[in-house]
């Protein structure tokens, strides 16, 4: 469904965006995003972490012997 975009349609999407938010609040949002992301990252990696420990990974029994 949403396999090609071209540049019309990047182009569209930016002016509907700068639109709705103004020039004035794009970095806040660009700057919460990231750090949405950022956080998302974080919390996938503590759960595989958590995750490793629970199972007993074997690779990382092999690192500390």
Not at 14 to 37: D, E, H, R, S, T
Not at 39 to 51: N, V
């Amino acid at each position: 469904m949403f396999q090609n975009f071209g540049i019309w349609q990047i182009a569209l999407i930016l002016v509907i965006v700068l639109l709705l938010f103004g020039v004035g609040k794009l970095p806040q949002v660009g700057k919460g995003m990231g750090q949405a992301i950022n956080e998302f990252k974080s919390a996938i990696g503590s759960k595989d972490e958590k995750s490793d420990a629970d199972t007993g990974d074997e690779t990382d029994d092999a690192k500390s012997s």
